[in-house]
Structures are given as C-alpha cells and as structure tokens.
C-alpha cells in the first residue's frame, strides 16, 4: 500500500501536451479513476506513475519514494491493461506465476501466491486451463490475478474491462470493487467511461486536454461540477446548458428568465455572459412539481421527440415556437432544446404543449467565458417575490 503523488507532471511530445502540469495526491488505499474523453492524457499520466514513459517536468513520487528516474520494475506497481496479453502456450498456473518464478522465488512459494490470488479472483480449479479455453472475464481475472500474486504497493489497470461485453463488464465492476476492499491496495484505474468511474472510485480524476479539471468524490464531481466541462461529462445523459446574461434580476435567456439578486453570484455581475446548467432529472412538469421548495416561473415548452428507457422517459423539449427553429441548428447544441427526464407513469406524448419549471437548488451558474462554475443552486440567493407560487408568478 502506498500513496502517489503527481507534482506538476507535464509530458510533451514534439507537438502535443499530452499531460499538462498535473498535481495529484492519491491516498494509500484509495481507489482513483482517470477519466476523460479519448486523448486527454489519461494513459500518459498512468504510464508516467508506471515508469512507462518520463515526464519531460514534474516529479512522481510513490511512498516515501521519489520514482521519477525509476525503471518500472522498481517501483512496485503492478498493471493489468485492455488487452489481456497471457502467453497462450501456457496453462492459467503458469501464466499467474510467470513473474514469480522469472525472478526465482522458491515452488512453495509460488504455489501459495497463485492459489490465494487464484482464490480471490475465484478461478479456483481453473489452473490447468489452457487460455484459449477460458472466456474473456475469465482471462481478465487471470491478468488481474497475474498482478496481485506480485503483491504490489498501487494497481495500475488501464480500460481493463473495455473489450469485455457489456453484462461482464458491469458483472467485473463488481468483484474489482471487492477485489479493492479485500486487499486494501491502491487503485489507479484508467476509463473513457464516466459510468464506470462513478460506481468504483473512491475520487474521480477528471481530465481534458491534458488538464486535470477536478479531482473529488463522484458525487460531489455530479453535484458540483467545477467547470463546463465535467458538468457536461460526468451524467448520462448530459446536463442541459443554457446561455444567458445576467441581469439585475437574475439571469436572462433566450427563452425564459429566473428572477435572483446578481449580487450573491461570486465573480460576476450584471452584464456579464453567464450559462445556466441544469440535469434533465431537475426539469419538471408543472403538474409534477408540487414537492419543489423553490421552483423556477414556468417555461413554456412543446415536447418534441420521446424516449422511454423502461425505468424513466427522456423528453425533447422545444421552448422556442416551431417557426422561429431554424433548420440547421443542430438540436444537441440549440439554445431552444432542454432534455427533461420524467418517469414511466406520466401521461405524456410527442408534440404537446406543456409548462415545465426548474429546481432552483439544482440549478448550476458557469461563467460561459472561462467555464468556471460560478454556483452550484441557487438557495441562497434572494429571490423577488420568493412567496409566489408558479401559477401566480405569471407574467
Ligand atoms: P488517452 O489515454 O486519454 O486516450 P493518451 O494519454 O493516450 O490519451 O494521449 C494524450 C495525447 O498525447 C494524445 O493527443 C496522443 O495522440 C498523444 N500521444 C500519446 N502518446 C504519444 C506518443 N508516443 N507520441 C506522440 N504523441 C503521443
């Protein structure tokens, strides 16, 4: 077990920054995913905490130990990587306890490595299969058993579950959070998916561009999102953005208007551009709001297109008049769509004309220039006429 730390690491290649001056304390025993879309860096920063690649500035430290001129051997990490490299002319003991006898522990030894490890990844009486005899989940637990039995400070594990299906993905996300339990080791987990990073991490560490853009516990990267940029990556589906301006009532859109005092929104004022951010989850018919302590006024909308999940409804909503929508807006990124979630019971259909309102202590100010959440719900702003319900609030 082990702590890592990341001091302004920065990898350059001849034109690109593929890590741009992370720092990063990840705590012993802690389990930490590197998320980010593709090409964030996500892999570079793994490969720099392996020995794999040297940060062209910075310093990468594991323990007490500084490891950045280390080779990877000596750092005591042990990887398991998307492709499942086991040698296929060798049975499932063999391939677990290669590493061991390469470097000459004694049989008994071994023996008692590949057995505990075999157990806690539940291959037992598997050890005589050759590979080509096992399924995909059951030579991802071979890798995996394959670094426990070297007994590592950190397990560094790189889209390990990425060319598994789905049922045996989620089914693996399962036993590695049980895997993290039992051995108490650090995990450092690299993953393109959000879903992924959500359900297993202790912290998220997400990534754009080769920036670290927040480091915190999933729930608290879904509630208070530090930027645009993990508002809209972390949450399936998106959360809704809005421009606007702020005004001295509150802030103003396109379409609708939600009344506050400007001056409780740290690092701006009126007239400057700010974007509203809000999760399809906290859109919510009129009718269906009656638990909201402080909805927003109504907004008038037209549904547009429905899609019924099973567990929830996904609805399009226009706010703008049909003739106003210009053809080519594209309707992912138009200013006139919000995306609202409801549940499977509510009598809705496409094309209708509805009254949806906002949760007010779920709505997320940005500032649209930098992208920096500027507040995370709007509760303790003071809000003109804070005593008039929806339908009275109607202009
Ligand atoms: P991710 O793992 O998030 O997909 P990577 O860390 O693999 O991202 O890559 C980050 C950026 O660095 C990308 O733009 C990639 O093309 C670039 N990159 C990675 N490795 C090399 C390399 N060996 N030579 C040149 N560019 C590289």
């Given at each position: 077990?082990?702590?890592?730390?990341?001091?302004?690491?920065?990898?350059?290649?001849?034109?690109?920054?593929?890590?741009?001056?992370?720092?990063?304390?990840?705590?012993?025993?802690?389990?930490?995913?590197?998320?980010?879309?593709?090409?964030?860096?996500?892999?570079?920063?793994?490969?720099?905490?392996?020995?794999?690649?040297?940060?062209?500035?910075?310093?990468?430290?594991?323990?007490?130990?500084?490891?950045?001129?280390?080779?990877?051997?000596?750092?005591?990490?042990?990887?398991?990587?998307?492709?499942?490299?086991?040698?296929?002319?060798?049975d499932?003991?063999?391939?677990?306890?290669f590493?061991?006898?390469?470097?000459?522990?004694?049989?008994?030894?071994?023996?008692?490595?590949?057995?505990?490890?075999?157990?806690?990844?539940?291959?037992?009486?598997?050890?005589?299969?050759?590979?080509?005899?096992?399924?995909?989940?059951?030579?991802?637990r071979?890798?995996?058993?394959?670094?426990?039995?070297?007994?590592?400070?950190?397990?560094?594990?790189?889209?390990?579950?990425?060319?598994?299906d789905?049922k045996?993905?989620?089914?693996?996300?399962?036993?590695?959070q049980?895997?993290?339990?039992?051995?108490?080791?650090?995990?450092?987990?690299?993953?393109?998916?959000?879903?992924?990073?959500?359900?297993?991490?202790?912290?998220?560490?997400?990534l754009?561009?080769?920036?670290?853009?927040?480091?915190?516990?999933?729930?608290?990267?879904?509630?208070?999102?530090?930027?645009?940029?993990?508002?809209?990556?972390?949450?399936?589906?998106?959360?809704?953005?809005?421009?606007?301006?702020?005004?001295?009532?509150?802030?103003?859109?396109?379409?609708?208007s939600?009344?506050?005092?400007?001056?409780?929104?740290?690092?701006?004022?009126?007239g400057?551009?700010?974007?509203?951010?809000?999760?399809?989850?906290?859109v919510?018919?009129?009718?269906?709001?009656?638990?909201?302590?402080?909805?927003?006024?109504?907004i008038?909308?037209?549904?547009?297109?429905?899609?019924?999940?099973?567990?929830?409804?996904?609805?399009?909503?226009?706010l703008?008049?049909?003739?106003?929508?210009?053809?080519?807006?594209?309707?992912?990124?138009s200013?006139?769509?919000?995306?609202?979630?409801?549940?499977?019971?509510?009598?809705?259909?496409?094309?209708?004309?509805?009254?949806?309102?906002?949760?007010?202590?779920k709505?997320h100010l940005?500032?649209?220039?930098?992208?920096?959440?500027?507040?995370?719900?709007?509760?303790d702003?003071?809000?003109?006429?804070?005593?008039?319900t929806?339908?009275?609030?109607?202009?």
């Open positions: 077990m082990a702590r890592v730390t990341l001091e302004h690491v920065t990898k350059r290649y001849e034109d690109v920054t593929a890590v741009d001056d992370v720092n990063m304390e990840i705590e012993d025993g802690e389990f930490v995913c590197l998320v980010g879309p593709s090409g964030c860096g996500k892999s570079t920063t793994m490969e720099t905490i392996a020995g794999l690649t040297k940060p062209t500035e910075g310093r990468v430290s594991i323990g007490d130990r500084d490891v950045t001129n280390l080779a990877p051997k000596d750092r005591g990490v042990a990887m398991v990587f998307q492709n499942i490299a086991l040698f296929p002319h060798m499932v003991y063999d391939n677990i306890s590493g061991l006898r390469l470097r000459k522990y004694d049989d008994e030894e071994v023996r008692r490595r590949v057995e505990e490890a075999a157990d806690i990844v539940q291959l037992e009486g598997m050890l005589e299969r050759m590979p080509d005899e096992m399924s995909g989940g059951q030579r991802q071979v890798a995996i058993a394959r670094a426990i039995v070297r007994n590592p400070d950190v397990f560094l594990m790189d889209e390990p579950l990425a060319n598994l789905a045996l993905r989620v089914h693996m996300r399962t036993e590695l049980r895997l993290h339990r039992q051995l108490e080791t650090t995990i450092i987990y690299v993953t393109h998916d959000q879903a992924e990073a959500m359900t297993m991490s202790d912290r998220i560490a997400v754009d561009a080769g920036e670290l853009q927040q480091i915190a516990p999933p729930l608290e990267c879904y509630n208070e999102p530090a930027n645009l940029f993990v508002a809209g990556f972390i949450g399936s589906p998106s959360m809704n953005f809005v421009a606007g301006e702020l005004t001295r009532d509150g802030l103003e859109t396109e379409n609708f939600v009344e506050f005092d400007p001056t409780g929104v740290p690092g701006a004022g009126p400057d551009a700010v974007t509203l951010g809000v999760r399809p989850e906290d919510h018919l009129v009718d269906h709001a009656d638990s909201l302590a402080r909805p927003t006024r109504r008038e909308a037209r549904s547009d297109v429905l899609e019924p999940m099973g567990d929830e409804i996904f609805v399009y909503l226009v703008a008049d049909q003739a106003e929508r210009s053809m080519e807006e594209d309707p992912l990124e200013p006139n769509q919000l995306l609202m979630s409801v549940t499977p019971d509510t009598d809705i259909g496409e094309d209708r004309d509805l009254e949806v309102v906002l949760d007010r202590s709505i940005f500032d649209t220039e930098t992208g920096d959440a500027l507040l995370h719900g709007l509760d702003l003071t809000e003109p006429d804070a005593d008039t929806p339908t009275e609030a109607e202009d």
